[in-house]
């Protein structure tokens, strides 16, 4: 990839998350990005333009009733260890400085 289409790809992620007008105050978010989307994302993060965050998976309380037998908690232990064992959800979102710079770059010279 050279360093215009990178340039482009980057312009065009920064775009998407911008909040539109009719709703400034809502910040869009990218969650689990996947290759390419990754890769500009991390570029955005490494440079400050984007924030990433994480958020922890849902893990269900186990509950056991008074008379469980064994087999069933070992069900519900399981099921439990496996929702422990969730990686977290990696959302991304436009950082001030990102924010900042959009203001400053003129997006009518962008190519969609």
């Given at each position: 990839m050279d360093t215009d289409e990178e340039t482009k790809q980057a312009v065009?992620?920064?775009?998407r998350l911008s909040?539109?007008?009719s709703q400034p105050a809502w910040q869009p978010t990218i969650s689990n990005p996947?290759?390419?989307d990754l890769l500009v994302l991390q570029m955005l993060t490494a440079s400050g333009?984007?924030?990433p965050s994480q958020?922890?998976?849902?893990?269900r309380t186990p509950r056991f009733g008074g008379s469980v037998s064994s087999s069933e908690a070992?069900?519900?232990a399981a099921r439990f260890i496996?929702?422990?064992q969730k990686t977290p959800k990696t959302n991304f979102r436009?950082?001030?400085?990102?924010?900042d710079f959009l203001k400053f770059v003129s997006m009518s010279r962008v190519p969609e």
């Open positions: 065009l992620m920064l775009k909040p539109s007008s996947k290759e390419e333009l984007v924030v958020e922890p998976p849902k893990v070992k069900q519900i496996e929702d422990l436009l950082s001030t400085l990102g924010h």
